[in-house]
């Protein structure tokens, strides 16, 4: 909002292009409104992997923005939220919602990291899987 609307569509659009490029062919990044995205993520083998995925995702936002009009690069962090299905349910809703309580968990522990579910009240034995990012300036 600091740089206008224009700036910030085109940052937007810059942070879907960097997610979408480090995504594979058959996952969705979706722009759910403001500044937040969702990321669907089939058939991922381990927890091992969707950290590697939060991991990537992450660095792949964190890379400084260049607006054009001549502006100075903006540094951009990112909270992401991880929900797993079937695990925690198949209720799409359900579960970007337990994806939105793990993001808030991440950002209250720091700006660019990622969270499981579980660490936004759920218990232990669940293991996440949708990854949903949302962009913090």
């Known amino acids: 909002d600091r740089y206008g609307h224009e700036v910030g569509d085109a ?11 480090v995504m ?26 969707v950290e590697r995925i939060a991991t990537r995702l992450l660095q792949a936002v964190e890379q400084p ?9 903006l540094a951009v962090s990112a909270s992401i939220g991880i929900a797993l299905a079937p695990e925690q349910g198949r209720d799409l809703e359900r579960l970007l919602q337990l994806a939105d309580l793990a993001m808030y968990d991440a950002k209250l522990k720091g700006k660019n990291r990622f969270a499981f579910a579980q660490g936004a009240g759920l218990p232990s034995n669940v293991t996440p899987l949708v990854p949903r990012v949302s962009r913090t300036s």
């Not at 940052?11 to 490029?21: F, G, S, V």
């Not at 923005?65 to 690069?73: D, E, F, I, M, S």
Request: hydrophobic share 40%; no cysteine.
């Open 11 to 21: 940052m937007l659009r810059e942070i879907a292009a960097r997610l979408t490029r």
């Open 24 to 49: 594979r062919p058959q996952d969705t990044v979706a722009r759910r409104g403001g500044d937040e995205f969702a990321v669907l993520v089939p058939d991922v083998g381990s927890v091992t992997e």
């Open 65 to 73: 923005l260049v607006p054009t009009q001549g502006r100075p690069a």
